[in-house]
T-cell receptor, first 112, second 111 residues
Framework: KAGVTQTPRYLIKTRGQQVTLSCSPI?????VSWYQQTPGQGLQFLFE???????NKGNFPGRFSGRQFSNSRSEMNVSTLELGDSALYLC???????????FGPGTRLLVL | SQKIEQNSEALNIQEGKTATLTCNYT??????LQWYRQDPGRGPVFLLL?????KEKRKERLKVTFDTTLKQSLFHITASQPADSATYLC??????????FGQGTELSVKP
């Protein structure tokens, strides 16, 4: 099976812009979670989607949003970018029959 | 508040020795705990999962223990190799798909 894929891999934006990141889960996995990773805060949970519904949400401002499509692909959006949003954004998919999450390679976002 | 701490930010050991990494947590009763490996610029890769009713789990050169009384997990890599050099993350399940991660321990195995 192909692994989790994320696009784009690298992105440079300026403050105030918005960005959309995409994630394609492993075939058959219906749960998709998003995480933000920074040197200072480590890996932090953003949200989880299952069957097009948000099931869990982390402690991030409303500028961070996401959605999931009927084919389980997911997107996350960050509006009004701030310098502190520079991070590695990771997507993980999961088969609900097991607890293991499979991570994609991440999207490296740099906000200038 | 819930807190997860990994013993140190960096661990340096000699090839062939056993590396032991620690994960402590507070204000938490996880159903299971997971260990991941992360290489620079890449996403975490799952290594082992241990449930609250399991004391020990092994996979090849890897061993993990879980003490719910001490609220601690130990992760061991025996006969370590330079290729084991990476950052190791412990993660606790909070609610289904939400994992809470420790800060990670950067392991360096010298030849």
């Amino acid at each position: 099976k192909a692994g989790v894929t994320q696009t784009p891999r690298y992105l440079i934006k300026t403050r105030g812009q918005q960005v959309t990141l995409s994630c394609s889960p492993i075939s058959g996995h219906r749960s998709v979670s998003w995480y933000q990773q920074t040197p200072g805060q480590g890996l932090q949970f953003l949200f989880e989607y299952f069957s097009e519904t948000q099931r869990n949400k982390g402690n991030f401002p409303g500028r961070f949003s996401g959605r999931q499509f009927s084919n389980s692909r997911s997107e996350m959006n960050v509006s009004t970018l701030e310098l502190g949003d520079s991070a590695l954004y990771l997507c993980a998919s999961r088969d609900l029959a097991e607890e293991t999450q499979y991570f994609g390679p991440g999207t490296r976002l740099l906000v200038l | 508040s819930q807190k997860i701490e990994q013993n140190s930010e960096a661990l340096n050991i000699q090839e062939g020795k056993t590396a032991t990494l620690t994960c402590n947590y507070t204000n938490y009763s996880p159903a299971y705990l997971q260990w991941y490996r992360q290489d620079p610029g890449r996403g975490p890769v799952f290594l082992l999962l241990i449930r609250e009713n399991e004391k020990e789990k092994r996979k090849e050169r890897l061993k993990v223990t879980f003490d719910t009384t001490l609220k601690q997990s130990l992760f061991h890599i025996t006969a370590s190799q330079p290729a084991d050099s990476a950052t190791y993350l412990c993660a606790l399940d909070n609610q289904g798909g939400k994992l809470i991660f420790g800060q990670g321990t950067e392991l360096s195995v010298k030849p």
